[in-house]
């Protein structure tokens, strides 16, 4: 018999449903161990105050989190930060709020925002796909990027991919009118795929001219995995779609 501990407790649709509330629920990322300096280790314990926000299953307040009401970019995945930094010192007029599930990328990015003393800044160390359900409300974001999101090459990993339509729907339903969703990849399946499924929601429209990728931004930082790519002669697809 099911009991209410067995049943969720937001009335999430099954694909954004974290694992504890649904033990079979797909996530786009293997939680790694991964090596862990005493620096990042240091940065997430002393830091932590100054640019973290917590997960919580309630919508948050975006103008009391950077003190300002200001264009929002959301990327996700942000790895061990650079381009998030990068751009956030170039726009000190936006704010930025970086999610990524990777601890050690986390502490890296906190050690460079007290570095560069950027106060446009905030993380959350959490599933992005939660974090967008739950946290972020309808219509509050002007940008999501998403930079080289893992591949899942194997076909039987396929359904671990980051950039399905639900999560389009999802992102899409976040970002206001005329808000833009940029992806990138070096990945030519993943670009095709990415391509189809962001031209097939009605809530978006292709920025590139000839409707399929748009040239590199000028703007974006090579990262680490796009110069990993790079090194492996592999090529760059971007992709840029404004919200209806
Ligand atoms: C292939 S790496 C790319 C990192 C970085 N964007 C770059 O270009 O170097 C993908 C990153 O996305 C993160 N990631 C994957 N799924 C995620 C999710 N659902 N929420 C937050 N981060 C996620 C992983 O931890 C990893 O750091």
């Known amino acids: 018999m099911r009991t209410a501990r067995t049943l969720p407790r937001a009335a999430a649709p099954l694909e954004f449903m974290t694992e504890s509330e649904h033990p079979r629920a797909i996530r786009s990322f293997v939680t790694r161990a991964g090596r862990i300096t005493e620096a990042q ?11 973290g926000v917590e997960f919580e299953p309630g919508t948050l307040d ?37 999610i990524e599930v ?23 160390c959490e599933d992005a796909v939660q974090v967008l359900a739950r946290q972020i409300a309808q219509r509050s974001l002007d940008e999501v990027v998403i930079l080289f999101p893992d591949p899942w ?10 950039v399905q339509s639900a999560f389009v729907e ?18 030519q399946p993943y670009a095709q795929e990415m391509l189809a499924t962001l031209a097939a929601s009605p809530k978006l429209r292709n920025l590139a001219v000839a409707g399929a990728f748009i040239p590199r931004p000028a703007e974006r930082i ?14 760059v697809w971007d992709l840029a779609f404004s919200r209806i």
Not at 63 to 90: C, H, K, M, Q, S
Not at 153 to 162: A, N, S
Not at 170 to 187: E, N, S, V, Y
Request: proline content about 5%; overall charge positive; hydrophobic content about 40%.
């Open 153 to 162: 090459p194997k076909k039987r990993h396929h359904k671990r991919r980051l």
């Open 102 to 124: 990777h601890r050690p990328g986390v502490g890296r990015l906190l050690l460079a925002l007290e570095e560069m003393q950027l106060s446009n800044v905030r993380v959350i």
């Open 41 to 51: 280790v240091r940065a997430l314990e002393v830091l932590w105050p100054k640019y």
């Open 170 to 187: 999802l992102a899409a339903d976040r970002l206001q009118p005329g808000g833009i969703l940029r992806m990138a990849t070096d990945w």
């Open 62 to 98: 975006l103008d009391a989190v950077f003190g300002r009401r200001a264009p929002r970019t959301v990327e996700i995945g942000f790895g061990n930060g650079e381009n998030l930094a990068t751009v956030a010192a170039n726009h000190p007029e936006r704010d930025y709020l970086g």
């Open 222 to 235: 090579a990262t680490r995995f796009e110069k990993r790519g790079e090194r492996l002669g592999h090529e």
